[in-house]
Structure formats: structure tokens, C-alpha cells
Nanobody, 121 residues
Framework: QVQLVESGGGLVQAGGSLRLSCAASGRTVSTDGLGWFRQAPGKEREFVTAISWRNGLSYYANSVKGRFTISRDNAKNTMYLQMNSLKPEDTAVYYC??????????????WGQGTQVTVSS
């Protein structure tokens, strides 16, 4: 089992920045993929970005490329999402997830509880 706890959400004005964190514990050796997903009201959950624990290879949705940066600190078992130039359409509950392999279409077995990000116009 892997436990994931997100933090860092909040309210920010358009054009601002936020950094989300996801602390992982448990059997993290079974997972190489870490990802961020988001779900806006009335919409399906969508992939945002993912990274490999092992080699740092990362993947991004087109909607966030150039604005969001995913990173990880292996010593702290923590993943980060730096979000810059935020737009109102980035408003959503953001979830971190872990799975065997990183990528936008991979299966993620473990999920955090989510953290709300609200971007005001």
C-alpha cells in the first residue's frame, strides 16, 4: 500500500503561482510513476503531468506545458507541482497518484485525497 497526502492548494489570482506537494509513504518501491490529475466541477478527471521516481522523465498535458513543472525529491519521498501563470480554467481539485509506470495513459493504483486550487479572474 502507498499513502499519498497532498498540500499547497489555495486561492490565487490569475497570473499567480502555487506549489503543490505530495508526500508518499508505504511501499513506494512498487511504484515508479507519480502523477497529478485534476477535476473541475462538472468535468471528468484529466491528466496534468507525471514523472518517474527513478529517472525523472516527465510528461505534461498540452494545456499546462510551459506553465507547470513537476519535480520530485527522492530523499523526502515527495513530489511537487509548481504552477505558474495560472488561469481561471486551472481551477479544480488536484489529485496526486502513484502507479507502476508514469505516463498520461498509465494506470494509477493509489490516490491522494485531493487539494483545491481556485484561480480568480
Amino acid at each position: 500500500q502507498v499513502q499519498l497526502v497532498e498540500s499547497g492548494g489555495g486561492l490565487v489570482q490569475a497570473g499567480g503561482s502555487l506549489r503543490l506537494s505530495c508526500a508518499a509513504s508505504g511501499r513506494t518501491v512498487s511504484t515508479d510513476g507519480l502523477g497529478w490529475f485534476r477535476q473541475a466541477p462538472g468535468k471528468e478527471r484529466e491528466f496534468v503531468t507525471a514523472i518517474s521516481w527513478r529517472n525523472g522523465l516527465s510528461y505534461y498535458a498540452n494545456s499546462v506545458k510551459g506553465r507547470f513543472t513537476i519535480s520530485r525529491d527522492n530523499a523526502k519521498n515527495t513530489m511537487y507541482l509548481q504552477m505558474n501563470s495560472l488561469k481561471p480554467e486551472d481551477t479544480a481539485v488536484y489529485y496526486c497518484a502513484a502507479g507502476r509506470v508514469p505516463g498520461p495513459t498509465q494506470k494509477y493504483d493509489y490516490w491522494g485525497q485531493g487539494t483545491q486550487v481556485t484561480v480568480s479572474s
